[in-house]
Structures are given as C-alpha cells and as structure tokens.
C-alpha cells in the first residue's frame, strides 16, 4: 500500500470509524450472502436454509458494529441511523432479494383487490372481510395509476423492507420522548426490528396501519409530557406513594387531560391533533384491528399524563364504530358472531392463539418454539427494565399492557396475540432495552438497586448490548422465514397460475390443496377460488374428496404445497406425486406441467 | 332491552341517523379541541354544558348502532 493510499485510509477511518466499518463489512457479506444463495435449494427451515456463514458473519458483524457505536461518547446518530438501517436489510430485505418472486399468499390476495379497486373504483361486496375496510387497497390503487401499471404486482416483493424502513422515523421519536435514556432508546429501535418475527409487514392493510399507528404515539409522546407538579404529594415515599400514584391513574383531572404539559405552541398542537385526527380517520377504513389497538394505546396515554386532549381518543372510538357500522355493514350482516361471539372468552382467545398453532413437523415445531421463546425473552427483559428504570411516567408499561385487552375482546380468527405483540413490541424493546442501560433518573424511582460494573466500565455493557442483539437477530433471521418452505413460490408457480387464469372462463373455479399459492391476484370476482384445507387437520384422503365435490375446472398442485402438507399437514415426503395420480383418470387430465407445478383441468365441464 | 322494543325502534336506526348522530359528535369534539388548544376561555357552565351534550351524543350513536346490529344482522 503507498503511503498516500495509507493515509487516504487512515482519514476515512478516523472520520467513519470502525463501527461504521464493521456495518459496511456486514452490507458486503450480506451481498455474497444474497449472491451465493439458491432458492431452489429451500429446506423446511425456510429462507435461512438457502444462505451461507457469510450472512452470520455479516449480521455479527453488524450488530458488533452497532453495540460499539451505541456506548460511544459522544453518541453519533447518523451513524446510529445507518447501522440500524443495515440491520433492516439483513432481518427483512433478505427473502425479498433470495426468493424469486414475493412470497405470502395474503399479498398476492390483497394486489387483487386492489386490482379490482383499481379497475371497478369500488370494493366488491361478499367477496373478503378486508374488501370492508378499504382505504389502504383504494390508496394503493391511486399509487398504481400513478406509476402507470394496471397491478399491485410490482410494489409487493420489496414491500416489507420498505415499510420497516418507514417505521423507523416514528420509532426514533418514539424513543427520543418515552423517557428512556438516548442510548435504550437506540437499543430498543434495534431490539425492536431484531425480535420483530412477526412478519405482518407484507402488503397490507395492517402493514400500513401499523405505521399510522407509530405516528400517532410518536407524535403524542413528542407534543405532550407529564406535568410533574400532578405527582400526588401527601404520600412522601414508598409504597404509600406509589400506591397513591396508582390511584391517581383514575383521577377526573387526569382522564380530561389536565395533568399534560404541551412544549408546542397553540398553532402546532391544533395542526398535529387535525393531522392525527386524519389519520386515524384514514385508519378507521382501513383495517379492522388497529383503531382499537390505538384507543387503547391513547388512554394508556392519556392515564399515564402523555396526552393532553381526549378528544383524540373519543375521535377514534367513534370513526372505529362508525365505520364498522355504516362502511362494513357488509361483513357483519348475516355473521354478527364473527365479531361479538368471543368477547369475554379469554382463556379461549388465548388459547386459539397459541395452542392451535403448536403443530406441525418437528422443523415447523422448532420455528414456532422459538418464535414463543425470543417474545417471552424480549416480555421478562422488559419486566426487568420497569423494575430498574426510573421514570417520569409509566407509559412505556402502559402501552406494553394495553394491547392485552385486545384479544380479551376479541381471538381475531387466532392472529389476535400476534397481533398484541405486534402493538406492544416497540414499546416492550424500550424497556427490555432499560434492563441493560436504565434510566437513573426521574419521579419514579427504580425498585431495584443499581447494578455497579465498578471498573470495568462500559467493555461488559457493550458486549450484553452485542450478544443480546446478534441473538435476536439470529433466532428472527430463523423463525421470521419458518414458513418461507410453503409461503414463498417460484416462476413456475407464478407460471402455473396464470397459464390457469388465461384458460379459465368467468364463473370456473380453481381449487388448491391448501391456499398457499400466488393467487387471487387478477380476475377477483370473476373466477372462484377453493381451498381444499386451511389447516393441517385433514388427511389426503379427504382433501381428495373434497377437491373432487367441489367440481372446479381447475386443481393446481405445486411445490409450496407439497411443502405445507409435509411441514404443517404431516403428510410424508413426496405425498402430492400419488395424490395427482389419485385425481388423474376419468375426472382429471394435466393441462400443463412445470418443474415446481402441474395444472389439472376437469376432463369434462362438471 | 326486550326484542320486540329493539325491532320497533329499528326503523330510527337508519345509517343517516347515525351518521348524523357521529358527525354531531365530531363536530362539536373538535369544537372543544380548537377551543381547549387555543386557550379559549368558556365558563364553568358553558364548559359543563359541551360535555353534556357531547356525551348525550355519543350515548345516542351508540345506541343506534346498536339497535341496527340487533335489528339488521
């Protein structure tokens, strides 16, 4: 090396530094990771079976890089910014750039509604509980026209990595005013993306409202803090105080929003509340979950002093009831009990939500051990941040416990805890992040002592920040593409499907084994769908029988299918070769074949 | 509230009434965001008096959609 090209380097380093040199190391061995990776080699662990040590070296890399910057001083958030960044890459951007085409059959179902929108200008009744809350379908139909498609198609591959990225500004606000210290906050936005395995970030509805959701809370804990002459006084310490703390939750005074403090002038705080009442009017029509999430969300506010008008909260009770009353009367119509037949049924809520998911081959088990086990780590270290942080209020813990009476209310079609994790996690990843570097200071003070490192100083903090970090990511970058083996689909798949849909007539039906297929993306409304099983209770015999009496003109059976049955239905390896033989004959003939997928045509017009 | 008396009471349940019902209440919500952010002085009565009404309001949406589910679904 000359001397110039030394000291060249030598500059960079000293303006970059080495952690920012390990994320760049990470983004290079991400790309070889990616280059080197073979889609048709997918095991049953899903995406994290096709790459190599080059993407675990790489997200050690990173998250080292990550932890060293984060106990710097003084802290550098640019730097901050561009690690997490790359880390977003690694956790959702990887299966977008492994697999062929976007996987999870939900978005392809949703880029044919928004087709439909798109094509009609409005919802098409019957057809999807979804099709009731249409805003986010209708705003992607105006974003197709305006880049000039006819589809959805396009904006669905690299769409979670673009709506994790968006998450991230609303994450730092959220941070930067929840009154954890700078350096838990930066911790708890990675500890968020890196326990996130809850993979609801395809296109969606839900993707886009979680979003409007962070907004409205970042903008909340940025407008208003707690006022903290409303401390009640006459208990000077101890249990009495925060007894009486406990107490004053309930106050009059409190629940009308008296005990906030704003920083914003008048103007401001008028032009946000207008803003946040658009929103969340925008998030009334578009999904079913998130304005109940975020009423809950907003008196856990408003009782922990961290907003100031309740107006905002009533607001979005109303728009959440008005539209499921006026908008959505078409899915309630004729199934009330879909929505009212399980409120108060807690044990039974949580019990769809966790036993009925329990199964599976032993790899299936194993992605679902884990997922259950990185959110129970991530739920006792954030236990452990409440017990020794100490704060100006008790938001934090407040917004981790709201979203619980969700599924209390309602088992959401057994996603509901899903989702309660989804809403708690950016707040449960600040206080798990307090666990290791807690706040010292505030009203309330911590109900365990501090934790002396004496001299070792910051070494051992920085690497529990690393270790904890890379492990999460780890056990994510696993359990986050566990079901990639029979959600994510090849060309031929993609082929399959629209060589049908180009030989199909309106009213013919398509069956599949299981709906785990690239489907429903163009020509809704005219040409049915039939799924044979939705779960893995039935066995091949009578999936055969029912595929056969539903008389659909079309069976398409394919690889991710194949892969469902053996991971999820318990069928053996190889199972769906003699089921297509089963459905061959007098009934069935193949109308086209491809490596990954097979097209059956009813022989005769039943 | 017996099931006769809700079906009688369906034909008021109309979507316009409740949207009116829900429209009243936004407005006059938002009325007391504006007036509480801008530092508006209102009297103790007049104060009193919006909330009342407010929460008359919100009272007879909620039952009025509840009447419709009850007589629609």
Redesign the interface.
Known sequence: MTTLARRAFAEIRTFVGLPVWLGVIGLGLWLVAVEQSNFETMGALGVISVLNWTYFAGLACVTSGFAAELLRTPLRTSRLTLLVMILVLYLFGTASAVEPIAGVPTAWIHAGMVEYIFQHGQSLNNYAAEFSWPGAFSLAAVLVAFVGHTSAVIFLRWFPLVIELLYLPPLIVIARFSGVGRRAGWFGIALCYASNWIDQDYFSPQALNFLFFLVVIAAILACWQPLRAALPERAASGIRRRIAEAVATFRPRRLAGYDTVSSWDSRTTLAVLGLLGLLVLASAVSHQLTPYALVLALAACLMSRQLGRPELLVLTALFAVGWLSLGASNYWIGHLSLIFGSVGQVGANYGSNVTARVTGSSSHLLVVDVRILLTAVIYLLAGVGFLRRAANSRTLEMLVGAPFLLVAAQSYGGEGLLRVVLFGLPFASLLAASAILPNRVGASRPLLPRLRLGHYGRPPLRVAVAVLLFGCAIATSIVRGGNDAYESFSNAELAAVNYTYDHSHPGQTIALVAPFMPVAQRDVGSVELFYAAYDGGSTQAQIRSILLDSHAQWIILSQSQEAWGELVAGFPKGWEVPFESSLLGSKYHVAAVWPTATVLEATKAP | MGSGVVASLGSYAS?QA??IS?AA??LL??L???S????VVLSRLVGYLLVVV?AAL?AL??AL?FI??RT??
């Open positions: 979507p409740v949207f829900l209440s936004v919500l938002v007391r965001a504006w509480g952010t801008n530092g407010i919100i949406f909620l959609v419709r589910f629609v679904a």
